[in-house]
């Protein structure tokens, strides 16, 4: 007696998925691009064909990104201030700015990989 295959879990690998979507490259074929702008996804992957409009993203990218800023940002105050004596002042512009630049560095390959999670996943719309 063999063991049921489940279809959604055998033919699209996660790995390279993920991998392609935090890159912004379509997690079906890797060649067309997720985003149209920068964080517009596009209707459907230009090379393929692939439906991208489909996902269902919502806010996790944006959690995703506040729990990596948490992690980034605590640590590297709290060194930074053991190692430097940093006026306050430069610390009220400096570390916001730092998060703020941060957070907009990191949203759209979120963003994209949250996309191709849920394509190599068949959530959502990706049937
Ligand atoms: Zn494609």
Redesign the pocket.
Known sequence: MTDPVIPHQSDRAIRPAIGLGLRG????????RIFDHFLKVAP???????R?DVHQADDFPAYIVILLLGHIMLPLMIEVNAVLAIPLGWQAALWPALAAILAVALIQPVKGGVIAFQWSRRMAGFR
């Open positions: 490259r379509c997690p079906a074929c890797g060649k067309g459907a992957c230009a090379h393929c064909g692939q991208l």
